[in-house]
């Protein structure tokens, strides 16, 4: 039976319920004022370079509001609007304080790329690690992007980078080691360019690698355009589309870099290239790249450089053994010096091309500096090494040649090269100077120069040395001397030698000595200027000395050939009819006279072996005769088929000696023809 409970109970039951309920509704809606609730509003998802709405209206007791948006960055608006630069899913983070009591709340926003949009970038600097990730482009305005402190940004593959004209990125300008490694690909390349839609070269300023940039950075399979302004900083130097100073270092490969104003890469001297390879530059407003003279052995192979070239901008010393490449241009440069105190070495590739600017010059070791220096420069005859002006219309004498000093170190050589434009002196300078160095100068062409075109051995200075090697030479001369050379080092001159031009190589006197001297025809004259002595005046050493036939020995002095007055020699001067050796005056055609020169002097110390047979001296006779011979063994030397005309005194002078002289000519001697027989 169904029971029902008395309805004055039920109604207790009923009231007593409905007083309980409203307490804890009371209860509920009595917040604690003190107690700061966080909560946000936002969208599930948004794109790059949109403004998200972030709204906090929904927080309760909030004092204070702090925002982290998941990408690095925060805010402390209460509803603050902000733009993702970069893709991914972000952890937004809100806090709210109140005293020293906070609430914490976050939310997952899915933000994507957005292909239309660019990511600007206002004067921002970053000191963390940061990801450009394909498929975005970013906007550098209103001035540079800074990584630094201790912060990277890696460019993925097909990210597009646009700069206004005040854009850059600065990489390691100050604190711990930053980088930017930006690395694309063939197909994917990331393209650093100008945030104009009309480009122009200069539109935006430059990529800089400083004292801080890590040995991570890398410019691979990019291109970089329409960048470099016309001043840097505060100074007035060009500003390059990249450039690496005070220790900075990048790796550049495979990169295109074009149509900037000024250069596509600069590197100071205390600016390090870890690689720079395999790219291509083209339509620069000035030479292609500008880098210190210490880091141009840093320019790496299979670099296309379609442009003026490579100016070496600051000439210092090369100190270290260092190789430069052949590029598809030439390098241009002021000054070369090349010296350490421990030595060092420059190897120049075959088919590399030097121009010099005016006045400019190459110097091989120093004896003021006190450094040792040595210059390999061997090229091929397909691929010959060349030594030039810079200058648009070429003209003899614009920069100075190449100096090799008594520190150049032993293994210098020069082999299929081409020296021209260069200047020398009429006295001790030329195109190619060798001052008592042992140098090697082979297949070497010296055309269009001033003053001379090789200068060896011109002083008194000891130790004597010369050429380990001068053969397949050819020197044009114009109005200089093709060579300046010291009779000390006349021996060292080889076979194959070709001299043309209307000038006499000159021989400003000096002493031969040793066993290998031979004077080779060279296809102009000798013109000695001042005595040749033909001895060792310290050693008891036998000297020889041998003349080729065709060979012209002229004379301007008072002196002329004096043979073995201290120690034991050979002379041998055996021409032929048709090619006789010619012993004469020095001055033109014409103006001859007797007494031009003094003569070839015999002493006693002339061993058996000695002979002159085909040889025509005229004009001498200055001294003794046009040959004297003093207190020679008997017999010796020989003498035959000899023309002896025009001396100032005797023709042959005999004294204490019975010389074998057989089938002499004389004509026009002052004195007599033959006297002491």
């Not at 609430?103 to 660019?118: G, R």
């Not at 600069?266 to 600016?271: P, T």
């Not at 009779?487 to 043309?500: D, M, V, Y």
């Not at 036939?549 to 301007?556: H, K, L, S």
Request: hydrophobic residues 35%.
């Amino acid at each position: 039976m169904l029971k029902t409970s008395h309805p004055k109970v039920t109604f207790l039951f009923f009231l007593v319920g409905i007083i309980f309920f409203i307490g804890s509704c009371k209860e509920k809606d009595n917040v604690d004022p003190n107690v700061p609730v966080a909560c946000f509003d936002a969208p599930e998802s948004t794109m790059t370079g949109v403004e998200v709405q972030f709204n906090a209206d929904c927080s309760k007791n909030a004092g204070s509001f702090y925002w982290e948006f998941g990408d690095g960055t925060i805010s402390r608006d209460q509803n603050p609007i902000h733009i993702y630069k970069v893709s991914g899913q972000m952890t937004v983070k809100l806090t709210v304080m109140k005293d020293s009591l906070e609430s914490v709340t976050d939310k997952i926003i899915q933000v994507d790329i957005n292909p239309d949009a660019c990511i600007e970038h206002y004067n921002e600097t970053i000191t963390t690690a940061q990801v450009w990730k394909t498929g975005e482009t970013h906007c550098i305005l209103n001035g540079g992007l800074y990584i630094q402190d201790g912060g990277s940004l890696t460019i993925e593959p097909g990210v597009i980078v646009k700069m206004d004209k005040f854009g850059s990125i600065e990489v390691g300008y100050t604190g711990d080691s930053s980088s930017l490694i930006a690395i694309g690909t063939p197909g994917q390349p990331i393209v650093f360019t100008s945030v104009n839609e009309t480009k122009a070269p200069g539109d935006w300023r430059t990529i800089g690698f400083h004292a801080n940039a890590s040995s991570k950075n890398a410019l691979k399979h990019c291109v970089i355009e329409y960048g470099g302004s016309e001043v840097y900083s505060s100074f007035n130097d060009p500003e390059p589309m990249v450039r690496v100073k005070d220790g900075g270092k990048v790796s550049i490969e495979n990169c295109t870099l074009s149509n900037g104003l000024t250069y596509a890469l600069l590197v100071e001297y205390d600016g390090i290239l870890k690689s720079f390879r395999s790219n291509d530059i083209s339509n620069m407003g000035d030479y292609a790249i500008a880098v210190s003279s210490v880091q141009v052995h840093r320019l790496g192979p299979d670099n296309n450089i379609v442009n003026k070239g490579v100016l070496i901008n600051e000439s210092m010393a090369i100190s270290d053994s260092v190789t430069w490449l052949k590029q598809s241009c030439p390098y241009y440069l002021q000054s070369l010096y090349i010296g350490s105190t421990e030595g060092s070495t420059l190897t120049l590739e075959p088919g590399v091309e030097l121009r010099f600017l005016m006045n400019g010059s190459v110097t091989v070791g120093s004896v003021s500096s006190g450094t040792l220096g040595r210059l390999i420069a061997i090229g091929s005859p397909a691929e010959k090494i060349i030594f030039r002006s810079a200058e648009a219309a070429p003209s003899a004498g614009d920069w100075g040649g190449i100096y090799f000093s008594k520190r150049a170190l032993k293994g210098s050589k020069l082999s299929n090269v081409i020296v021209q434009d260069a200047k020398g002196n009429m006295i001790d300078n030329g195109a190619i100077t060798v001052s008592n160095s042992n140098i090697a100068i082979d297949s070497v062409e010296i055309t269009n120069f001033t003053g001379s075109g090789v200068a060896a051995g011109n002083t008194w200075e000891s130790p004597v040395v010369g050429f380990t090697s001068f053969s397949y030479n050819n020197i044009t001369s114009t109005d200089g001397y093709p060579i300046i050379i010291r009779a000390t080092h006349l021996g060292t001159i080889g076979e194959g030698n070709i001299i043309s031009g209307p000038n006499p190589v000159l021989v400003p006197g000096g002493t031969i000595m040793g066993k290998d001297n031979v004077i080779k025809k060279l296809g102009v004259p000798y013109l000695v200027t001042d005595k040749i002595i033909v001895n060792n005046p310290s050693v008891a050493d036998t000297t020889f000395l041998t003349i080729e036939p065709g060979v012209e020995m002229q004379f301007n002095t008072s002196w002329g050939l004096t043979l073995f007055n201290s120690n034991p020699g050979v002379f041998t001067a055996v021409g032929t009819a048709e090619e006789p050796i010619i012993f004469t005056s020095g001055k033109p055609d014409g103006t001859k006279a007797p007494g031009d020169w003094g003569g070839i002097e015999f002493y006693n110390r002339s061993i058996p072996g000695s002979k002159m047979d085909y040889c025509q001296v005229s004009y001498g006779g200055g001294r003794y005769a046009n040959i004297s011979i003093n207190g020679v063994v008997t017999g010796e030397p020989v003498i035959s088929n000899c023309q002896i005309s025009n001396s100032a005194s005797y023709g042959v002078y005999v004294f204490e000696a019975a010389p074998s002289l057989i089938n002499l000519t004389y004509s026009n001697n002052t004195s007599a023809d033959l006297q002491g027989m």
